[in-house]
């Protein structure tokens, strides 16, 4: 072996010439797969140099539907993927999840007084918690779908700071989705999806030196009165909402949980099944953070 190179291409059988991963566009592939790594390899083979091309450390997209009983614990999973994929494991994933029973997330900055109803949340016995990423306040429950993609960060890729990061991602669901809404979805504000102005899904990222968390939900069948009874019209709110009550702001898709799960999986090419134990990681942050009134009240 005489020299290595390295460079980002697409979906490619293991092995090629050197001269065809030459005549790719190489900008165009770092826009549309970021995160497939291989190593141009120069051998000696019967007296000859020859290139060849082969995977090393490939990020592959990982499919996971992984729903737990508590919300604390389904905040904690996707701390737990991402701290996984940190800490050594290559493997990016998308992973699927529901809420069994209402409960409130603020986003990491939130101040639960300013931006919950607390009161009311008391009074019907709902949770609040908070999660790891950014973003406001938001209501999970029955009629809700969440995703969450823990993507490799790359040189090169549309996914080196958060602004680009947000574009990357919602640009691939806005195409991912029209086809079986069957209408015009637009990207508002900075990180939401809406059909006519009216949003249903909201988004948020967080990132680590290595790898970013971005995470969703989409309203699908979920009772929109509760946005109206827990949360207070955010002080920060983005343009296009023009100060609208949440019964103004939001919809439901009202199309089948599995046709967004299969169009957001065939946008990722998450086709193999996830199989590290989480678990242990996961219990651990419920005792250490998500269950914790300094953690969720911390604001």
Request: proline share 6%; with cysteine.
């Amino acid at each position: 072996m005489l020299a290595y190179g390295y460079g980002i291409t697409p979906e490619l059988p293991t092995y090629f010439c050197l001269w065809q991963a030459r005549t790719m566009d190489q900008q165009k592939i770092r826009a549309t797969e970021p995160n497939r790594i291989v190593r141009i390899v120069r051998l000696r083979v019967d007296n000859r140099s020859v290139s060849k091309i082969r995977y090393v450390n490939c990020c592959q997209m990982k499919y996971l539907d992984l729903t737990f009983r508590s919300p604390a614990a389904n905040l904690a999973c996707d701390e737990a993927l991402i701290d996984l994929s940190e800490d050594g494991c290559e493997d990016e994933v998308l992973r699927f999840w529901t809420a069994p029973q209402p409960f409130v997330v603020l986003g990491f900055a939130n101040q639960a007084g300013a931006e919950v109803n607390l009161e009311a949340c008391r009074r019907r016995n709902i949770p609040v918690l908070r999660r790891c990423s950014g973003g406001g306040a938001v209501v999970q429950g029955p009629g809700c779908l969440n995703y969450s993609l823990v993507l490799r960060i790359q040189d090169s890729s549309p996914l080196l700071n958060i602004s680009e990061t947000n574009v990357y991602i919602m640009k691939r669901h806005q195409v991912a989705l029209e086809p079986i809404l069957k209408a015009a979805v637009t990207v508002e504000g900075h990180t939401d999806l809406t059909l006519g102005k009216l949003k249903f899904s909201g988004n948020a990222q967080r990132r680590k030196r290595r790898y970013l968390l971005f995470h969703g939900t989409f309203l699908l069948d979920f009772d929109l009165s509760l946005l109206t009874e827990l949360l207070p019209i955010p002080a920060r709110q983005p343009a296009y909402r023009e100060n609208r009550p949440h019964a103004r702001f939001v919809t439901n898709l009202n199309v089948p949980p599995d046709s967004i799960r299969r169009s957001l999986s065939a946008a990722w090419k998450a086709t193999e099944t996830f199989h590290s134990i989480l678990q242990p990681a996961v219990d651990r942050l419920v005792d250490e953070k998500y269950s914790r009134d300094d953690w969720n009240y911390r604001f």
